[in-house]
T-cell receptor, first 114, second 112 residues
Framework: EPEVTQTPSHQVTQMGQEVILRCVPI?????FYWYRQILGQKVEFLVS????????KSEIFDDQFSVERPDGSNFTLKIRSTKLEDSAMYFC????????????FGPGTRLTVL | GDSVTQMEGPVTLSEEAFLTINCTYT??????LFWYVQYPGEGLQLLLK?????DKGSNKGFEATYRKETTSFHLEKGSVQVSDSAVYFC???????????FGTGTRLTVIP
């Protein structure tokens, strides 16, 4: 069964460094998402992406964040200058056109900012 | 705003016990409601959903009924198995919106 994959599974970085989290959505899906979960808190929506542009973003998704679909398979989340409070589990998700709201999630990347 | 409040965990049950995980929601529109499950080392998987009031979602022995009058979507299973050990997330989305609103997740451990 097709699945969403994410790399790396765990990323450790120093405060102020740039990180890129990578996702490979399911191949025929058209809508892509990033969510995050700070330890002990809710899973929070960050951004959605369709047709090579951001379709919706939350207040969390400020200028430090960006997303890109650099080729036909990858979907990346970049944090330009990480802060301690960016430490969280980041989930990528995708869905196809016909199945509204049934998003398929990857296993997540745990980001630790020191 | 739109939000989900989920029962705090962790929950530990013996095999064959009855499971209830409470979930209530606040929404400005008419949400669809979901339960996602995350097994160790895997992504969140859709377990069941309900798109309108009084709908019952069911899958793998789990059930949840969309109760508009109590704004709830409690997850139940009559007899849990060790393989049900996972983290369970309640979520909602507003029709037409892109994103899901999640609860904090409830970790369930089932012991033999």
């Amino acid at each position: 069964e097709p699945e969403v994959t994410q790399t790396p599974s765990h990323q450790v970085t120093q405060m102020g460094q740039e990180v890129i989290l990578r996702c490979v959505p399911i191949s025929n899906h058209l809508y892509f998402y990033w969510y995050r979960q700070i330890l002990g808190q809710k899973v929070e929506f960050l951004v959605s992406f369709y047709n090579n542009e951001i379709s919706e973003k939350s207040e969390i998704f400020d200028d430090q964040f960006s997303v890109e679909r650099p080729d036909g398979s990858n979907f990346t989340l970049k944090i330009r200058s990480t802060k301690l409070e960016d430490s969280a589990m980041y989930f990528c998700a995708s869905r196809d056109r016909g199945r509204l709201n049934e998003q398929f999630f990857g296993p997540g990347t745990r980001l630790t900012v020191l | 705003g739109d939000s989900v409040t989920q029962m705090e965990g962790p929950v530990t049950l013996s095999e064959e016990a009855f499971l209830t995980i409470n979930c209530t929601y606040t929404a400005t529109g008419y949400p669809s409601l979901f339960w996602y499950v995350q097994y160790p080392g895997e992504g969140l998987q859709l377990l069941l959903k309900a798109t309108k009031a009084d709908d019952k979602g069911s899958n793998k022995g789990f059930e949840a009924t969309y109760r508009k009058e109590t704004t709830s979507f409690h997850l139940e299973k009559g007899s849990v198995q060790v393989s049900d050990s996972a983290v369970y997330f309640c979520a909602l989305s507003i029709t037409g919106a892109n994103n899901l609103f999640f609860g904090t997740g409830t970790r369930l451990t089932v012991i033999p």
